[in-house]
């Protein structure tokens, strides 16, 4: 991916960002786990929301305290 972040990703990109297999990403996105938007015939994901995603994915280190 480039230097420039965009503020809407496409899947595959979202799949390279998670470091998942691109079928798994469209696979997060088609059942709605991910959010996002139909813009024509594309799905975008809305890096925020991406963000927003990946913090709720987040468990608490087990043992720990």
């Known amino acids: 991916m480039d230097e420039q972040q965009h503020e809407y990703l496409k899947v595959l990109e979202v799949a390279e960002v998670l470091r998942i297999a691109r079928s798994r990403a469209y696979e997060l996105v088609g059942s709605g786990e ?16 991406l963000d927003r995603w990946i913090e709720e994915q987040r468990h608490p280190s087990v043992g720990r305290g």
């Not at 991910?34 to 929301?49: A, C, F, H, M, Q």
């Open 34 to 49: 991910i959010p996002s938007i139909r813009i024509g015939r594309s799905v975008r994901v809305s890096r925020k929301e």
